[in-house]
């Protein structure tokens, strides 16, 4: 059974700050891996995708890395703006069906 | 282009009483699926269908039915709603299962409160 993990469950930086998010996952047979952001009650806006042949994917002031063999993907954020407050969460397609399977998700607050 | 509407955003029920939540996508997306995110747990699939017809459980089925009649609606009926049952419901669909380069979309969500 696929499971993902998302360490720490919350973090706190100061404006301005370049930051990581790791994610980790047991079973390294994925068809891709996908970062959402979470705004305080709404719904899951995706981030990047990236797919199980590659290595990362860029957007703006945003990278995510992938290492399959490994289990392991890392979302990186630069020059972190108080915008940026969220909860970023992991997620990775495997399986017959293609189910996705979530971590937990990390709270980020970036301070003024 | 809507993407994947979700009805209603809110919604309280009594214990027992049984409601459907609505789920339409304009994307003319083969796969969907039903989450529900409660805290300390995660996301969680329910339900899922590869096609118009085909459905199939996830990982908490249990006090749910799903058909797909469409490809653009997916409902979501609650036969007898209990309080473990309070949460937020996610739905989301994808061309491809989510194989290639398109990902899942998600809805905004449904917030339900069982009393």
């Known amino acids: 059974k696929q499971e993902v993990t998302q360490i720490p469950a919350a973090l706190s930086v100061p404006e301005g700050e370049n930051l990581v998010l790791n994610c980790s996952f047991t079973?390294?047979?994925?068809?891709?891996l996908q970062w959402f952001r979470q705004d305080p009650g709404k719904g899951l806006t995706s981030l990047l995708l990236i797919q199980s042949s590659q290595r990362e994917q860029t957007s703006g002031r945003l990278n995510a890395s992938l290492d399959k063999s490994s289990g392991r993907s890392t979302l990186y954020i630069a020059a972190s703006q108080p915008g940026d407050s969220a909860t970023y969460l992991c997620?990775?397609?495997?399986?017959?069906?293609?189910?996705?399977?979530f971590g937990k998700g990390i709270t980020l607050s970036v301070r003024p | 282009n809507a993407g994947v509407t979700q009805t209603p955003k809110f919604q309280v029920l009594k214990t027992g009483q049984s409601m459907t939540l609505q789920c339409a996508q304009d994307m003319n997306h083969e796969y969907m699926s039903w989450y529900r995110q409660d805290p300390g747990m995660g996301l969680r699939l329910i339900h899922y269908?590869?096609?118009?017809?085909?459905?199939d459980q996830g990982e908490v089925p249990n006090g749910y039915n799903v058909s797909r009649s469409t490809t653009e609606d997916f409902p979501l009926r609650l036969l007898s709603a209990a309080p473990s049952q309070t949460s937020v419901y996610f739905c989301?669909?994808?061309?491809?299962?989510?194989?290639?380069?398109?990902?899942?979309?998600f809805g905004s969500g449904t917030r339900l409160t069982v009393v």
């Open positions: 269908s590869v096609g118009a017809g085909i459905t």
């Open positions: 989301a669909s994808s061309p491809d299962q989510g194989r290639t380069n398109y990902g899942y979309t």
């Open positions: 079973d390294s047979a994925i068809y891709n």
């Open positions: 997620a990775v397609s495997t399986g017959a069906n293609s189910k996705l399977t």
